[in-house]
């Protein structure tokens, strides 16, 4: 099994910054994707970023140019860094990774981290 911890999430200022990792541990697994969702009330869970194990990333148009997502594979952790913040970027994030157990491939999910964005 993977388990994800998540942190970086917090209040912050309309055009400020924030950085969210996402680190998978566990033991026997091989990581192919990482994946940050966000999702707000009665809203239905959206992706955000995406990268590969070839380091191909996605992004949802509505953060092109804001948000940069990465990842450490020595340390199994992903990043989102989250730029010129808005309050419609408030939502709780969840960081999401495929990864490979033997013959398995299945998505694990982190807790979730809460980002506000207000004045």
């Known amino acids: 099994q993977v388990q994800l911890v998540e942190s970086g999430g917090g209040l912050v200022q309309p055009g400020g910054s924030l950085r969210l990792s996402c680190a998978a541990s566990g033991s026997g697994f091989s990581i192919n994707a990482m994946v940050w969702y966000r999702q707000t009330p009665g809203n239905q869970r959206e992706l955000v970023a995406s990268?590969?194990?070839?380091?191909?990333?996605i992004y949802a148009d509505s953060v092109k140019g804001r948000f940069t997502i990465s990842r450490d594979n020595a340390r199994n952790t992903v990043y989102l860094q989250m730029n010129s913040l808005k309050p419609e970027d408030t939502a709780v994030y969840y960081c999401?990774?495929?990864?490979?157990?033997?013959?398995?491939?299945?998505?694990?999910w982190g807790q979730g981290t809460q980002v506000t964005v207000s004045s």
């Open positions: 999401s990774v495929a990864a490979r157990l033997g013959i398995i491939l299945a998505d694990y």
């Open positions: 990268i590969t194990n070839g380091g191909s990333t």
